[in-house]
């Protein structure tokens, strides 16, 4: 395998949209957005799902790569809620139809979701659940860092339906959360796993990430070994994705303290063996979960889904972001607010939905957004007739390395494969391949 992730660890997409947000063109105004929303949500059993960025961070931890604001000031949090609540609020007007429609899913991203106090989460969240019809199989979550979150917050939360919460982890290291400026000890991840059980939370996830500096197969196996005494529901195993010239803040690591290629992917392996032989299922890419858990139990059926928030066993066909920088989606578009975070409260306070950018799709789009969606989430995916000759040229090498195969008029990802999916969904990206990048504007795939 070394020579195999030294051949395919080349910049590539992650493919939580296509097309990827660089290739974005053609910007719907707010008034088609509008009525792409009314469009989708107009039908007797219209769906959706609902996020919000929270972006404040009370300190800044080097790997991440959020749309994010570093302040110790609480004061924010006021302002911050009233102008999502007046975007909230705008959309009612313009999109009446959102009344009528099951909301399935609200999720709560960052940013740190806990910046906010208890009274503040239930002021930001109590109007929009009363606003709407909320589904009798609703999902709330809500990202966490543990050295900031609460029982009261996680009670308040408990008490409006939410159940499921994902813990910020990322390694149990004290020499790599130094590095990473994220002192978090073993006891305040395992304090708030155990006070998010008692309180009825159905699911509980974990967020590691590997590659990070001066991590080692022995640190990862400690953190995987902790991770296992706390048996969370789910575990997100991501790439630590190096994109400096976005993230200033990670030139703070020191090149030789990162692990990379085969040095990096090994880290992985290292941790899914654990994972597996653990008794946890592999979900799609970079994600795991016990047996009975929703995302096993969606993958099984053939019916997991994935979007900006990564896997997901609901599917909505619309997904609405509020707040500063939130993207959302239809079948037709995209749509981002706007990220710079005075510009979006300017923004509010005319009372006009904060579009920064977006994408209409094509017809030729749609097509690939499915079959990258497929692939993604099936690990096969049916070609066109006239995808093939070209689908067997551009793979030959991945082919030949036993990394896809074709069966008939299929596109088949094998085992030995996996760790490099994204560099098979490469074949579907036109966009990609009609204009390359003359600069890095991915994180390497392996």
């Not at 609020?89 to 806990?114: C, D, F, M």
């Not at 000890?185 to 500096?213: H, K, M, W």
Request: some cysteine; aromatic content about 10%; glycine content about 4%.
């Amino acid at each position: 395998m070394k020579n195999l992730f030294q051949k395919y660890d080349v910049p590539a997409p992650r493919y939580t949209s296509y097309p990827t947000v660089p290739y974005w063109e053609n910007t719907p105004s707010t008034d088609q957005w509008c009525t792409n929303l009314r469009t989708h949500l107009s039908s007797n059993d219209a769906s959706f799902s609902l996020y919000i960025h929270i972006p404040y961070c009370e300190t800044l931890c080097t790997f991440c790569g959020c749309n994010n604001v570093i302040t110790k000031d609480h004061k924010k949090e006021v302002p911050y809620v009233e102008s999502v609540l007046k975007e909230w609020s705008l959309y009612l007007q313009n999109v009446p139809e959102i009344r009528n429609a099951e909301l399935k899913l609200l999720h709560l991203g960052g940013g740190t979701p806990t910046f906010l106090s208890a009274d503040h989460l239930k002021q930001l969240l109590e109007p929009i659940l009363k606003s709407v019809k909320v589904a009798k199989n609703f999902e709330g979550s809500i990202e966490v860092d543990p050295r900031r979150t609460t029982a009261l917050q996680l009670q308040a939360l408990r008490e409006l339906g939410f159940n499921r919460i994902s813990l910020g982890v990322q390694d149990f290291d004290p020499e790599v959360q130094r590095l990473i400026n994220r002192l978090q000890p073993f006891e305040i991840t395992e304090r708030i796993t155990e006070e998010a059980r008692q309180l009825g939370y159905q699911s509980v996830n974990f967020d590691l990430i590997y590659g990070l500096a001066r991590q080692t197969k022995d640190s990862i196996l400690t953190t995987v070994s902790k991770t296992l005494e706390l048996q969370p529901d789910r575990i997100a195993l991501y790439s630590l994705a190096l994109v400096p010239w976005i993230k200033p803040a990670q030139r703070l690591f020191k090149d030789e303290d990162l692990p990379a290629g085969e040095e990096k992917r090994t880290l992985y392996e290292v941790a899914r063996f654990a994972l597996l032989d653990a008794g946890y299922v592999e979900i799609g890419m970079d994600h795991f979960a016990l047996p009975q858990e929703a995302l096993s139990l969606s993958q099984k059926k053939g019916e997991l889904h994935r979007n900006f928030m990564g896997y997901t066993d609901q599917k909505t066909p619309v997904l609405l972001g509020l707040g500063v920088s939130s993207i959302s989606e239809t079948p037709d578009m995209f749509h981002q607010n706007e990220k710079v975070l005075p510009t979006y409260f300017q923004q509010i306070e005319k009372e006009k939905i904060p579009t920064f950018r977006g994408h209409v799709l094509t017809d030729e789009d749609k097509r690939q957004r499915q079959q990258i969606l497929e692939f993604m989430t099936k690990g096969k995916v049916k070609l066109a007739e006239s995808q093939l000759k070209e689908a067997r040229e551009f793979l030959k090498e991945m082919e030949k390395d036993g990394l896809i195969q074709f069966q008939e008029s299929f596109l088949i990802l094998t085992e030995k494969g996996h760790p490099f999916l994204r560099n098979a969904c490469l074949f579907f990206d036109e966009r990609l391949k009609r204009k390359q990048p003359t600069t890095q504007v991915f994180s390497k795939a392996v």
